[in-house]
């Protein structure tokens, strides 16, 4: 299951200890749920003493069973959700692609399982509420008098009850996310964590395994023959004729089935989502990673190793967090961040995390330029020739993203696919949005492909991508990076590499025969109504997925900008300095582009928050975040430095824009 | 003149607050009751501090000018319009009574919740059916009584939202000030000022337009504060949300749009009477009486995470340490909360007499200065260690100190006597850490018993120590409200002061810092109290030089 994985120290030492403590507590926390749902599951309000005794007449062999097969449950879930988390959201920026997600094979075997799960519940559950839920056959009589084995239509009800919760909480896990996992603004201690979360919890069960019920009922009433009269065929059972069929409207109004029916859903509900909790609040804790180990066979795991590797994300993300965090509140490990190589007298560590934070910001900051100059581009009405004039340059923009992110990019999902996928999707070429060349995404579903392969063939955003304003763009990145080689730092390696390379052919007569072919085969789709509404971009999702991973950015902001005020007083070789004039302009770049961004339409529009949902919706508002971020880390910086930053070498550009900052007037 | 020093026992501190357990031996306290101050020059206005010494003069056009000296305000009462009652109470009057009893239900069900829904099928019992408006009735007694008994507990939750405000604001009879709220902007010299009709206004000495901001929610402006190292952010407390403003400096607007604010509010988090930003400005801290729970905002995100704590019955008053270490947070039980912001766990502080009314960080974060309702003394609680070590955890105080004892004091003036102490409104620090400005309720019945502001010196290297400064006088029948230093002054402090007049003066205080630098992240750890006792003799000359 960890292929690639496998080989990372940190996930075998610490993901994999982590999750095996949150399901440990889960399990540990499934007695006095247990037993809250027992009572509960058996109150009656007339005899309240019968209650109690009903209840501990249950610890029985069979119950202990159930028991035993809930605890295995428990343990499954936390499983899937080792296998299935995320620090990156996957957005889908138009219904198909939601689509394929929801299709993907990948996640098609977690809605299994989590269906499969989900019968275990429901059978646990019915035999504990016993009475007349508790067997599946029954003996009954038929009309010529002999005995025979019936089909309980109440147990069955409960079998796929739990089934049909599962499979939606699968389901409503995709569409919301629930798989990512994201950071919080405070470190609180665990059990404090848990407790707070606690009352969420429960609500979001209460309220999901309402509606989750209500639909169960409705597709029931209308579906429930099929699987009745299935198991009736392979388990040899009768129908009772003389017994309601449950698919009728008196079960509407069998209010104790429904309770039940509710009370079963949100216990199964609430396991899962404790354990999910506990598996978000186990894994995010912050990890303290050395920032100089004093063994070499441990220097992979130091904090400016760490941050360098690209896999696993959440490794990244742990070593930023802790960078953050070490900037702003332990001075000793600062001074170890300042410090110089022992022999040598080289500040190795000091330019490896900058050098990282810095080429972070440089990789943002490239994806938002492309996105801005493809909506740009797309924005205005093409003239044929200039559209026929790119696609010669085809077969060099299979890989689009390149000019881009020429680096190994750090993130090796969510940037291809939340470039490709926003820069493809404006309005103007619907088709080609949904579908990313990425191999782990759930767009490579093979089918759907090669089904639409051709038509994101002849697209016209790659060429688009390579407008003159990209060329006219990179002198200036490289110009400010030799700026930075001047001073003696690693240089951000994305902002070294040359500009796109790509040499422009005339137009040949297939080329622009395809380009017709296109436009017409576009216009021709676009007027269905159906394949509209799939392909229709939603309103800033594809902003969401431009800045999908920047709880890493924000992080590396306030890293850097905290180090760089701490060495105000605290760096005593003056290791920072050489550094300033690169942060100050990488910093600078980025403001320009993020404020160049927000005026784009739907980017400054807020997101509905939804308060009664498990659904972390942090990555909808994670722009607004960074944009906070990068005024605060420059105004940290300019507040610290004062008049002092006149003397720093930089373009008159920037110091226009400095200036604005010193003077409080951003 | 002179001053004298007084040798208390510690536990004779204890017998004030109870301490958690450890036990200290002898404390030097050095007491600096209001009878070694200058004596109060009555029908005089205070102007400056200069040469260790409080100039004052008969108006306030006097002052010796400077430019950096902003420009005293003047809000007449009547100048404002102010809202008719609010709306609930006049609601009835408006309300269309012939829809049906399901619609005004719905509507009961959206302004009041379920108490107001009960109540509304409660009242119209001749429309609903008799056994739902019996048995709403009867809910409806239980919740009361279930409220009752839980305003039993915490008597203050019975109180209007107003009254509240009122209750535990800083500000001096809140409901009647015309100035409700003012703050400073950390790094430039512009400042926020919420007036009575629940505007506020913005001005900036080096331009001309003075926004105002309004909104819909806007209501009962309880404080505001600007977003420390950010230009635009101001955050404002209303009675059933946070505001937070971005009003862009360059902007020409004089009405920014309420689209230029975000609402900022949590299922029972109102009315908020107290915020506070952090030092780096990355996050802002919300409290209401009425909750338990401290927000912690994520404000660009719009996400809140509640650090709840049983005890004490909500939260009422913030203090966030410049160093950004430590937040104190008061309840409206005697019992206060020093948080360390690290990991954000507690410590349990609790008082004896009554609440904790006030509290100010010294710059460096070391020393908390906080006076309880009911008594006429300052505590100070002392942490030492570094807060940003990562194993050794920092080391918190083992037991609060009387710094100063703030009894009545009566001076004779040509107008007959007047009584100057008492108990304490609130407090504040300069950014300096050299002046600390006391303002004290007075007695608003008694003539002779006015609301006044004491300053005191004050001196952390090498040791702790508080002086006499003076009292600072308004025009006569002004009464100061509400105090704010400036937080950069570059020629010492300057004390921002709102009377009751409507009328905002400033009064500098000029003097050399003998730190020399503003705050570093860390402070050097104070000294052991035992070497008090020299350097109290080497600053006895300096304050008899003073005199004299």
């Known amino acids: 299951m960890f292929s690639t994985e496998t080989s990372c120290w940190f996930i075998r030492k610490v993901i994999c200890w982590r999750a095996a403590a949150s399901i440990a507590w889960s399990v540990l926390l499934l007695p006095p749920t247990t037993a809250v749902f027992v009572l509960l599951s058996k109150f009656s309000l007339l005899q309240p003493i019968q209650t109690i005794s009903e209840c501990l007449s249950l610890i029985s062999a069979s119950s202990i069973f159930s028991f035993i097969l809930l605890g295995g449950v428990i343990v499954m879930v936390g499983f899937l959700i080792l296998e299935y988390y995320t620090v990156i959201p996957t957005i889908a920026c138009s219904k198909i692609a939601l689509l394929s997600q929801l299709l993907h094979p990948r996640q098609f075997i977690n809605s299994i399982g989590h269906c499969l799960m989900g019968v275990i519940v429901g059978w646990c559950c019915a035999v504990t509420i016993g009475h007349r839920y508790k067997m599946l056959g029954r003996p009954c009589k038929i009309s010529d008098g002999y005995s025979q084995m019936c089909l309980n239509e109440h147990h069955l009800i409960f079998l796929l009850a739990g089934a049909f919760v599962g499979f939606s909480h699968s389901l409503l896990g995709v569409i919301h996310n629930i798989n990512y996992i994201s950071f919080q603004i405070v470190q609180q201690h665990k059990y404090l964590r848990f407790k707070g979360s606690l009352p969420l919890v429960l609500k979001c069960s209460a309220t999901q395994a309402f509606y989750s019920v209500r639909n169960y009922i409705v597709v029931y009433f209308f579906l ?62 912050v990890y303290t990673f050395p920032v100089q180990s004093t063994f070499t066979e441990d220097s992979h795991q130091s904090l400016p190793k760490v941050l360098t590797d690209k896999q696993p994300m959440i490794l990244k993300f742990l070593a930023l967090q802790d960078l953050a965090l070490l900037s702003q509140h332990s001075p000793s490990r600062r001074s170890e961040v300042f410090s110089l190589s022992q022999p040598g007298g080289h500040p190795h560590n000091w330019n490896a995390i900058s050098g990282e934070c810095l080429s972070l910001l440089a990789a943002l900051t490239q994806r938002l330029a492309a996105y801005h100059e493809t909506v740009a581009t797309n924005g205005r009405a093409k003239s044929l020739s200039s559209g026929s004039e790119r696609i010669t340059s085809e077969p060099s923009s299979t890989g689009t993203e390149d000019p881009m992110s020429p680096r190994p990019v750090f993130l090796m999902k969510t940037p291809n696919i939340a470039f490709a996928r926003s820069v493809g999707g404006s309005s103007q070429s619907p088709l080609t949005i949904p579908f990313t060349p990425d191999l782990d995404s759930p767009f490579a579903s093979p089918a759907l492909r090669r089904l639409i392969a051709p038509v994101e063939q002849c697209s016209p955003w790659h060429g688009t991508v390579q407008s003159p304003h990209i060329m006219r763009r990179a002198p200036k990145l490289w110009s400010t990076s030799t700026d930075l080689q001047v001073n003696g730092s690693p240089p951000p390696s994305p902002a070294t590499v040359p500009g796109p390379k790509q040499e422009i052919s005339k137009p040949s007569f297939l080329a622009q025969f395809l380009q017709n072919r296109k436009e017409q085969v576009k216009h021709f789709l676009a007027k269905r109504v159906l394949i509209m509404y799939l392909f229709n971009k939603l309103p800033e999702a594809s902003s969401q997925a431009l800045f999908a991973d920047s709880q890493a950015h924000i992080w590396a902001l306030e890293g850097l900008s905290y180090l760089v005020q701490a060495s105000f007083t605290e760096d005593q070789f003056g290791v920072v300095q050489t550094t300033l004039p690169s942060i100050l302009s990488s910093m600078l770049l980025l403001q320009e582009a993020v404020d160049r961004h927000f005026k784009l339409p739907h980017a400054s529009s807020k997101p509905v928050r939804s308060t009664s949902s498990m659904e972390d919706s942090t990555y909808k508002t994670l722009r607004f975040a960074l944009r906070a971020t990068l005024k605060t880390a420059i105004y940290r910086i300019t507040t610290t430095f004062g008049d002092h930053l006149n003397a720093v070498e930089m373009s008159a550009e920037h ?7 010193l003077q409080y007037k951003e | 003149m002179f001053s004298c020093y007084l040798v208390l026992d510690s536990s004779s501190a204890k017998s004030d607050l109870a301490y958690e357990n450890r036990e200290r031996g002898f404390t030097m306290v050095k007491m600096c009751s209001l009878a070694l101050f200058p004596p109060l020059s009555y029908g005089q206005i205070t102007l400056c501090e200069s040469n260790n010494e409080l100039l004052s003069g008969t108006s306030s056009d006097e002052a010796l000018k400077q430019d950096f000296i902003p420009p005293s305000l003047h809000f007449p009462r009547e100048s404002l319009k102010l809202h008719s009652r609010p709306e609930s109470s006049s609601k009835a009057a408006f309300l269309d009574h012939s829809e049906t009893l399901w619609m005004r239900s719905a509507a009961a069900w959206r302004d009041g919740g379920l108490s107001g829904l009960l109540n509304e099928i409660t009242t119209s019992h001749s429309e609903a059916p008799k056994w739902l408006s019996v048995t709403s009735g009867c809910i409806l007694a239980v919740l009361r009584w279930v409220s009752s008994f839980h305003g039993s507990l915490f008597p203050h939750v019975t109180l209007s939202s107003e009254d509240m405000i009122t209750e535990f604001s800083q500000v001096l009879n809140w409901p009647d000030c015309v100035v409700r709220a003012f703050s400073w902007h950390p790094h430039t010299d512009k400042f926020a000022v919420a007036l009575l009709d629940d505007s506020i206004k913005i001005y900036n000495p080096k331009s001309a337009i003075t926004p105002t901001l309004k909104h819909r929610l806007q209501r009962n402006v309880a404080a505001v504060q600007w977003k420390p190292l950010c230009a635009s952010a101001l955050a404002v407390a209303c009675q059933n949300c946070l505001l937070v403003w971005h009003v862009d400096p360059c902007s020409l607007s004089t009405r920014p749009s309420s689209s230029c604010a975000q609402v900022l509010s949590h299922p029972g988090h109102s009315p908020v009477t107290s915020i506070a930003w952090s030092p780096s400005g990355s996050l802002l801290l919300s409290a209401s009486p009425m909750d338990m729970s401290m927000m912690v905002w994520d404000v660009a995100a719009e996400s809140c995470v509640p650090l709840h704590r049983v005890g004490g019955g909500g939260v009422t008053f913030l203090s966030w340490s410049p160093d950004g270490s430590h937040v104190l947070s008061s309840t409206p039980s005697p019992l206060f909360r020093v948080w360390e912001t690290r990991t954000w766990t507690c410590e349990r502080w609790p008082c004896i007499k009554g609440r904790c009314q006030s509290g100010c960080w010294s710059p460096d974060g070391s020393r908390l200065l906080f006076s309880v309702q009911g008594e006429t003394v300052i505590y100070a609680l002392t942490f030492t260690g570094t807060p940003g070590a990562p194993a050794s955890g920092f080391r918190g105080p083992e037991a609060a100190v009387v710094v100063a004892d703030l009894s009545e004091t009566t001076f004779n003036t040509p107008d007959g006597d007047v009584t100057v102490g008492g108990e304490v409104q609130s407090l504040a620090w300069d950014p300096r850490g050299e002046r600390l400005a006391v303002l004290f309720k007075g007695d608003p019945q008694a003539a002779n018993k006015p609301a006044i502001v004491a300053v005191f010196k004050t001196r952390a290297n090498p040791v702790f120590e508080l002086l006499p400064c003076g009292f600072v006088q308004g025009e006569p029948g002004a009464e100061p409200r509400l105090m704010q230093f400036h937080p950069n002054f570059r020629h010492g402090a300057l004390l921002t002061l709102c009377w009751s007049t409507g009328r905002i003066t400033h009064v500098p205080f000029y003097f050399l810092s003998t730190s020399g630098s503003f705050v570093g992240l860390g402070g050097s750890p104070s000294l052991p109290r035992l070497q008090e006792k020299p350097a109290d003799f080497s600053h006895q000359s300096l304050f008899t030089e003073l005199i004299s």
């Open chain 1, 655 to 661: 110091r226009k824009r400095l200036q604005q900052f």
């Open chain 1, 224 to 285: 429930g023959y099929i699987p009745k009269t299935w198991v009736c065929k392979t388990l040899n059972l009768q129908l009772e004729g003389s017994v309601h069929p449950l698919d009728s409207i008196a079960v509407l109004l069998d209010l104790s089935l429904l309770y039940h029916l509710w009370i079963s859903a949100t216990f199964l509900l609430f396991t899962w989502y404790i354990t999910l909790l506990l598996f978000r609040i186990f894994v995010t804790e």
